[in-house]
Structures are given as structure tokens and as C-alpha cells.
């Protein structure tokens, strides 16, 4: 504790000049530039805001929402059995920690909840053509200025009318930056994501969603294993019963 | 008019707490109830996306009754909050609040757990 409070007074210290600064650049070596560095720890923390609050549906999605409530609950609900909910919601996701993990080349993002996984892959590092579709999409970035622009498509449909679904046409585009903030006096930086969602399918007009993560070096990402409580009811379906392996004696001498 | 009730309830419920165990509504429970049990914990299922727990409980004319706590917080939610494995391990003496099952009364949310030194760890209150 004591430790994280001198490193907070260092950090306030060393940038007592440029808090006034919106967008607080960490340098960091990346292709012979310096770009805000977003490595660490985080946690969901410092709002959000959508616009539009309701979603603009096309008259043939209103259809299918119509529909899809006469039959499905909020009970019927994917991750319960440890679907993905996927990009963009992953962005406002659920109250666990983020680690971000960033080189010159790319960034990785591994999110506690649900144990999800996503790559970002720099522009000007040859990226990867997209060969699968799937729930994080394929995601390319490059830099403008001080903030990290990801285009996120190659998305697999998310057909839940009620949790803001998306087709393959989805394409998402995100504007990543560091903001300090005073937390309780110290000065703490947040990570802030203007994620605009555009799927003409299905929105009349692109969805704007700003979120926000803390940094929270004093966490852990710790495991999360969703599909334990399905294992189970398999077992009991199967009437399995595993063994206890807590309860073999400790070994003598 | 009942199901905008509980639409609301889920939304409240996805902005307290538990947002992200908020897999789905817990318009299943009557969470209206605060059911307070003490006893030994028999089995925990610390884990996620909700642990679960069994208490046994002694009634006042000596017969032993088994509570099913079938869902509560997610287990990396309720550690991260200082609850740590062995205070609810199997042996332990617990409080534990609960919301029964709407459809079956035998079964309960974990809303709260309290330690015998007081320390209470509230999923939802």
C-alpha cells in the first residue's frame, strides 16, 4: 500500500505539469515513435455513455426483435452458457479485470470474465488477413496522434435481439486514449474507448458507446472458468459422481 | 404490467452488483426476501460464473435441514471482496441470506454470507 502511494506521488510528481494535459502520454518505443503506452491492469470504472440510448433499429430488425420476444426470456441468455458475448460488448463488459498487454507489433487484451481473448494487430506490422469469423472479429490499428484507432470487422453474427445484436456486416471502430483523472486526491489513469458500431442491417445509424477502464495495478486476472456448472449438470445427468482427490490420505513418512 | 416489473428488476439488478453475473434476470427468485440461515457449510462450488454452497442447519427440535444455495456471486467477485476458500469450506460454521426460487422453494440465491467475526460479503442487499 505504502509502495503504491510513493509510486502514485512519483507519477504526480514526474507529470505535475502535464496534468492539465487531456491525453497523458506514457512514451513508449514503438516503431521509432513514442505512442501512449496501455499496458497494465484494469477495471471497469469511469462510466459510459450510448447514443443513441434506444437501439435504431431498420424496420425488418424491429421484425425480428418482435419476434424473438414471443419466444425468448432474459433467462434465455447466451452466456449462460459461456457465449462470448463478443465485440463491441466486450467493451462495456462485465465488472472483472482487463490485462493489456502491448508491443510494437500488436496489442492483446485478455478479459477475466468469460476468459475472453482478443489480438489487435498494428497496420504498419504486416497484420494478418482475416480467415475466420468469430466473436472478437479481426482488428487492425494504427495511431493518430496520441490516440490508437482499431477497425474491428470479420465479426460472426450475435443474434440476440435483446443484448445489442449484430450481423456480419458488422463493423466497429474504436478510438482508445489515456485520460488522468483524480481519484481520492491522486492522480490515476484511465483508459477511454469511443466505440462507434455501424451494421446498416440492423441500426439505422451507427450506435456511439464511450466506456472507460481504471488502471488497477493492485488487481490480479485471475481464472474463469464459465462451463463448470454445465460439466455438472452433465454429471448428474449422466448420475457420474468424480472423485475426490482432496480426500486421498497424505502419504506416510 | 407484471413482466415490465421484472424487466426493471433485471435492470436493476445488472446495475448493482451483479452486472456481469447477470447472465440472466433472477426474476426466478423472490428477491424481495432476505432469509437468514445458520449452520455448517456441507459442500462449496466456489466458481463462476456463480458459486454455489450448501449449508446444514440445525432446527430448534434437533433434525438437521439441508439449504440449497444453488447461485450466488461469482467466485472471482466474492474473493476479490476478501472472502478467502476457507471461510466458507466445508466444516465452517456460516450465516447466509437467501431468496428462495420462485418455483421451487428449496432453493435458494446466495445474496449474503456472514462470518462469525461479522464480516459480511453482500451480493446483492
Given amino acids: 500500500m505504502i509502495r503504491l502511494v510513493v509510486t502514485g506521488i512519483a507519477i504526480a510528481m514526474a507529470f505535475a505539469t502535464a496534468i492539465s494535459i487531456p491525453n497523458l502520454a506514457l512514451a513508449q518505443s514503438s516503431g521509432g515513435g513514442t505512442h501512449p503506452d496501455f499496458s497494465g491492469l484494469w477495471f471497469p470504472g469511469g462510466g459510459r455513455s450510448q447514443t443513441p440510448q434506444q437501439a435504431p433499429y431498420t424496420d425488418a430488425a424491429k421484425a425480428l426483435l418482435a419476434d424473438y420476444e414471443k419466444s425468448f426470456t432474459l433467462d434465455d441468455d447466451p452466456g449462460r452458457y459461456c457465449i462470448w458475448p463478443g465485440m463491441p460488448r466486450a467493451v ?6 482487463v490485462e493489456i498487454q502491448q508491443r510494437p507489433q500488436d496489442l492483446t487484451i485478455f478479459w477475466e470474465g468469460y476468459g475472453m481473448y482478443r489480438k489487435i494487430y498494428m497496420a504498419d506490422h504486416n497484420p494478418p488477413e482475416p480467415i475466420l469469423p468469430s466473436a472478437m472479429g479481426h482488428s487492425v490499428a494504427h495511431w493518430e496522434g496520441d490516440a490508437l484507432v482499431v477497425e474491428t470487422t470479420s465479426l460472426k453474427p450475435y443474434p440476440y435481439m435483446t443484448r445489442m445484436a449484430t450481423s456480419s456486416d458488422a463493423h466497429v471502430v474504436e478510438r482508445l486514449h489515456l485520460e488522468q483523472r483524480d481519484v481520492n486526491g491522486q492522480p490515476t489513469k484511465f483508459l477511454v474507448n469511443e466505440v462507434v458500431l455501424t451494421d446498416p442491417k440492423v441500426y439505422k445509424e ?18 474463469y472458468t464459465c462451463s463448470d456448472t454445465l460439466w455438472d449438470e452433465y454429471l448428474n445427468e449422466r448420475g457420474l459422481t468424480l472423485p475426490d482427490m482432496d480426500a486421498l490420505p497424505d502419504p506416510e513418512g | 404490467m407484471r413482466r415490465r416489473l421484472l424487466g426493471a428488476l433485471a435492470a436493476a439488478l445488472t446495475t448493482m452488483a451483479l ?3 447477470a447472465h440472466h434476470s433472477f426474476a426466478i427468485y423472490d428477491m424481495s426476501q432476505n432469509i437468514e440461515f445458520e449452520g455448517v457449510v456441507e459442500t462449496t462450488k466456489l466458481r463462476n460464473p456463480h458459486m454455489a454452497l450448501t449449508l446444514v442447519q440445525t432446527n430448534p427440535d434437533g433434525t438437521k435441514q439441508t439449504i440449497n444455495f444453488v447461485e450466488g456471486a461469482p467466485a472471482n467477485m466474492i474473493v476479490r471482496m476478501g472472502l478467502k476458500p476457507e471461510d466458507i469450506a466445508p ?21 449474503a454470507i456472514i462470518l462469525p467475526d461479522g464480516r459480511r460479503f453482500s451480493v446483492i442487499n
Avoid at chain 1, 481504471?214 to 490480479?220: F, G, I, N, S, V
Avoid at chain 2, 466444516?91 to 445474496?111: C, E, H, M, S, V
Fill in chain 1, 206 to 223: 451507427p450506435i456511439r458507446i464511450m466506456a472507460t477502464l481504471q488502471l488497477r495495478p493492485d488487481l490480479q486476472l485471475l481464472e
Fill in chain 2, 91 to 111: 466444516g465452517q460454521t456460516i450465516k447466509a441470506i437467501g431468496a428462495p426460487r420462485r418455483d421451487d422453494p428449496n432453493a435458494y440465491f446466495l445474496k
Fill in chain 1, 92 to 97: 462495456w463488459g462485465a465488472p472483472f479485470t
Fill in chain 2, 19 to 21: 452486472p456481469a453475473a
